[in-house]
Every structure is written in structure tokens, then in C-alpha cells.
T-cell receptor, first 114, second 110 residues
């Protein structure tokens, strides 16, 4: 079934450790996004990529980095995890970043930083 | 400063009745508005969208209304079904990026 795959589905991590959340899509979408969802705050954009080879900062980029080496993969890296990064992380994609293009979401990664 | 606001954290309606979910925004540069539905332990699912140049868009049981002068949009679900019980997010687009509201938990009682 075509869609977005996120891995792992959940993870408990010690503070200070490095962690990469994986995201792969098989829809050949050009644009990809990373969001975090926190209780009472909705979804907030961390980083995005309008096409392979380009990335941009969203609303809450600090402490996170991304890369877009190819169309299908968009990993999110926490270089040194902190407890405030405990959240549910969603990856999304859309055909382009253009008007009316809905974003399709993965099922999320639940990350707990201790 | 929250640019997209969903002021009702929750809403409860009877099966068969109308559900009305509301959303307000402050940024006049938003050019597209979308509604997403989210079940627990799943990612958000796109429901319906509307361009800023329109005032209504309908898709089956779902209708979105946009009032640009009031910077307000609403999602109507008629008739509501128990399977509609979920968190609904309003989102607004500007510069290819989406800004989400905090969500409204809709419960449809049988």
C-alpha cells in the first residue's frame, strides 16, 4: 500500500543521545515535512523540503536537523536529545508545496527523552 | 502568537445531528485552508480544503465555509456518525507551509 512509513514507532532515549527518526514515502512526492505534536499545542512544523536536495526551517527547528538526499527519504536527527523534545513526531508529504495540495501523514513516532 | 485558533477543545453531538467545528485565523496571507481528522495512534488524514477565493466547498457529508472578512472558517458534518469521533485540526497555508490549530475533539454519541 502506497504511503508514508515512519520508524521507529516509539522510542525511549536517554538525554544527550543522538537519534534519527526515519521517514520514507513511495508516492514520489516532491515535498516532505516533519511536525511534532504536543498536548494542547497541535502540530508544529520543524523542517520541510520542497524537493530533493533542498531543506528549510519551520516554526520550531532548534535542536533538529534534516537531509533530503533523494525523493523518498527525509530523516530527522536529534543531535543531542533533551527532555523537551519528548513528543510525537509526524512525517508528511505532498506532491508539491503548491496550493491545494493536501499533505499525507505517516502514523508517527512517539519519542520519550529521559 | 497563535495564528490559527480552534477555541473549542471538545464538542459532543448526537448521531444524525449536525457537527459544526470552528476555526479562526489572524494572518490575511493564508491562501488555502484545510481540515484534517485524526484518530488515536494514527497520523492526521486530509478531509477537505478551501481556497481563500471561495466561500464554500462541499464533499459528501462535509462542507467547509470560509468568511474572509471575519477570518473564520467552519466545518459542517451532516449527518454526524459515531465513526466521525476523532480530533479535527484546522490548518492554513502560507508560503507553502501549513499552520495548524490545536484541534477539537469531536464525540458523536449513538
Amino acid at each position: 500500500i502506497a504511503g508514508i512509513t515512519q520508524a521507529p514507532t516509539s522510542q525511549i532515549l536517554a538525554a544527550g543521545r543522538r537519534m534519527t527518526l526515519r521517514c520514507t514515502q513511495d508516492m514520489r512526492h516532491n515535498a516532505m515535512y516533519w511536525y511534532r505534536q504536543d498536548l494542547g499545542l497541535g502540530l508544529r512544523l520543524i523542517h520541510y523540503s520542497n524537493t530533493a536536495g533542498t531543506t528549510g526551517k519551520g516554526e520550531v527547528p532548534d535542536g533538529y536537523s534534516v537531509s533530503r538526499a533523494n525523493t523518498d527519504d527525509f530523516p530527522l536527527t536529534l543531535a543531542s536529545a533533551v527532555p523537551s523534545q519528548t513528543s510525537v513526531y509526524f512525517c508528511a508529504s505532498s506532491e508539491t508545496g503548491g496550493a491545494g495540495q493536501p499533505q499525507h501523514f505517516g502514523d508517527g513516532t512517539r519519542l520519550s527523552i529521559l | 502568537d497563535q495564528q490559527v485558533k480552534q477555541n473549542s477543545p471538545s464538542l459532543s453531538v448526537q448521531e444524525g445531528r449536525i457537527s459544526i467545528l470552528n476555526c479562526d485565523y489572524t494572518n490575511s496571507m493564508f491562501d488555502y485552508f484545510l481540515w484534517y481528522k485524526k484518530y488515536p495512534a494514527e497520523g492526521p488524514t486530509f478531509l477537505i480544503s478551501i481556497s481563500s477565493i471561495k466561500d464554500k466547498n462541499e464533499d459528501g457529508r462535509f462542507t467547509v465555509f470560509l468568511n474572509k472578512s471575519a477570518k473564520h472558517l467552519s466545518l459542517h458534518i451532516v449527518p454526524s456518525q459515531p465513526g466521525d469521533s476523532a480530533v479535527y485540526f484546522c490548518a492554513a497555508r502560507s508560503n507553502y507551509k501549513l499552520t495548524f490549530g490545536k484541534g477539537t475533539l469531536l464525540t458523536v454519541n449513538p
